[in-house]
């Protein structure tokens, strides 16, 4: 069974950094692209950031782009959104899931909060 549990959210001031992660497991970590998500009050989920598997391919929106970095561990089938730079539009909760810029498994995690307000 798919497992995906996002952690290391918070309520950060603007200008802030924190460190997502999301522990991935009942797949092929190492073989298979991630992906971060987000989703504010009212809005549909976005895409943020793509890693490939081998982490020699990345993508990012261009909302985040030169403020956010992705990374992956394939030992600890991990996946990490290092966000830095923070604006209060980066307020959402973040998800992630397998796949290069698109999902792949429908049962999502239970995501983790960013609030990013003074």
């Known amino acids: 069974q798919v497992q995906l549990v996002e952690s290391g959210g918070g309520l950060v001031q603007p200008g802030g950094s924190l460190r997502l992660s999301c522990a991935a497991s009942g797949f092929t970590f190492s073989s298979s692209a991630m992906s971060w998500y987000r989703q504010a009050p009212g809005k549909e989920r976005d895409l943020v950031a793509s890693?490939?598997?081998?982490?020699?391919?990345?993508h990012f929106s261009d909302s985040v782009k030169g403020r956010f970095t992705i990374s992956r561990d394939n030992v600890k089938n991990t996946v990490y959104l290092q966000m830095n730079s923070l604006k209060p539009e980066d307020t959402a909760v973040y998800y992630c899931?397998?796949?290069?810029?698109?999902?792949?498994?429908?049962?999502w995690g239970q995501g983790t909060q960013v609030t990013v307000s003074s």
């Open positions: 899931n397998a796949g290069w810029k698109t999902y792949v498994y429908e049962n």
């Open positions: 890693i490939g598997s081998l982490s020699y391919m990345r």
